[in-house]
């Protein structure tokens, strides 16, 4: 059976809510939806960061985001998949990035929303520029962000 | 073929995209990186460490010993910081 997935990238905001609620409606097999929200922190190392402003590759982030989702669907029995990122200058306490899943058991939606993430921060092509007192500058990759998506790779 | 650059690659090259025509010697993603930091310094100064920079082709990822012929679409960002 092929698996609902909705993925969008767009500058304006979305709603947790309504997502949920999109993914499940006019069905009753949803067993279990898991959500994961991204948001723009405020503090970040001693610096208190006025707005992130996100950069993407238009056409390759619908695409990667695809692939993991096509792969995610393989690994795990999901009944539906949602990942909104967004792009554009976004401020503290503002959402960035949305992963809904949605499977019968818990089980498979907590691990696809999480494997999901991983590969969302180290392969979508999307890159963080942050506003501090002191002026603009990219955000450095993390090594446990590459880590984290390692884990998933099967051996 | 086209050539895109994103965040801190496409501000030290200074141009978000542009038309390139690289001679027939140059074959993989690594020999662009080195034919575009021959041409000008301000290349050179975005692929200085090619280590760091990632490339995909036509929208998928690829390394820099990923053949070029074919591509119509090179792009070369650091690594990415979404999420």
């Known amino acids: ?155 | 073929m086209k050539v895109k650059y994103f965040a801190w690659v496409r501000e030290r090259v200074g141009k978000a995209e542009e038309t390139i025509e690289p001679p027939s010697s140059v074959h993989t993603v690594g020999d662009l990186m080195a034919w575009l930091s021959a041409r000008d310094e301000t290349y050179a100064h975005a692929f200085e460490k090619p280590k760091v920079i990632r490339a995909a082709i036509d929208h998928a990822h690829v390394k820099a010993d990923a053949a070029i012929a074919g591509a119509s679409e090179i792009a070369f960002f650091p690594p990415m910081t979404g999420g």
């Open chain 1, 1 to 155: 059976m092929r698996v609902p997935a909705t993925i969008r990238i767009q500058q304006s905001d979305f709603d947790v809510a309504r997502e949920i609620a999109a993914l499940g409606a006019d069905r009753t097999d949803i067993g279990a939806v898991v959500t994961f929200s991204g948001l723009c922190r405020g503090p970040e190392g001693g610096d208190a960061i006025a707005a992130l402003t996100l950069e993407h590759y238009p056409g390759m982030a619908e695409a990667e985001i695809k692939r993991h989702v096509d792969e995610a669907t393989s690994r795990w029995p999901l009944q539906g998949v949602t990942v909104i990122h967004r792009f554009g200058r976004i401020e503290p306490g503002q959402n960035i990035v949305l992963v809904v899943t949605a499977s019968k058991h818990r089980q498979a939606a907590f691990e696809a929303a999480e494997f999901l993430m991983d590969y969302l921060k180290t392969s979508a092509p999307f890159w963080k520029q942050e506003e501090t007192p002191d002026g603009k500058g990219w955000v450095e990759a993390r090594a446990h962000d590459d880590a984290a998506a390692a884990r998933w790779t099967k051996s």
